[in-house]
């Protein structure tokens, strides 16, 4: 009597659900997670690290998956912590905008979902960062949106500054302005006195 031997196809081995699977997205969801986070990603852009600013985020990448394998009970406010001090220490930059919170966040929701197997949000940032051109720096992919909000911050600045912008259109007719008449003085220091004209 022959029994079939059934062997897994391509798609079902790459299915199965293992340890190191989970480990491996989680990871990849942390990179990602830091990566698409814009204000490092403008610190990387302008060098704010130094020349090497794009191997620091790369070692900030690893260094929070090892913190976070060694912590497996880390929360919120102690990832963000660690995000922010980072930051400042490694790239001088205060992150002051919650931005910190929100990838702690990330990370953390990250972590928990692929404890379960669920990986939907990791292969959509994986899928995000393949369409933004994957190979290419990703803080040059933030460093004209970057750049947009601050000309829109100093644009209205700016408007403050100002008592209220006209449009060109709307523009009144130039009027001639006379001149105003400057006293003559003479040799003697007297003033010649001179008639109006109408």
Partial sequence: MAFATHLPGPMEVSSALTPAKC????????????????????????????????????????????????????????????LLQVMLDEFEVNVDDESGYEVAEQILRLRRDCGKGDFKEVEEMKSKWDNKGGKEDM????????????????????????????????????????????????????TKVTKKKR
Avoid: H, Y
Avoid at 36 to 49: I, K, Y
Avoid at 55 to 75: C, G, H, S, V
């Fill in 23 to 82: 480990q491996a997205q989680f990871e990849l969801g942390i990179t990602l997670s830091l990566f698409f986070w814009p204000s490092l990603s403008l610190a990387v852009t302008n060098n704010w690290g130094g020349p090497d600013s794009s191997d620091k985020r790369e070692w900030f990448a690893q260094t929070t998956i090892d913190l976070l394998n060694e912590n497996p009970d880390a929360d919120g406010e102690w990832l963000e912590t660690f």
């Fill in 139 to 190: 803080g040059k992919l933030f460093e004209n949106k970057e750049r947009n909000e601050e000309d829109d911050e100093t644009d209205a600045s700016e408007d403050d500054d100002e008592d209220e912008d006209v449009d060109m259109e709307e523009a009144p007719q130039l009027v001639r302005v006379k001149e105003p008449v400057v006293p003559e003085v003479d040799e003697d220091g007297f």
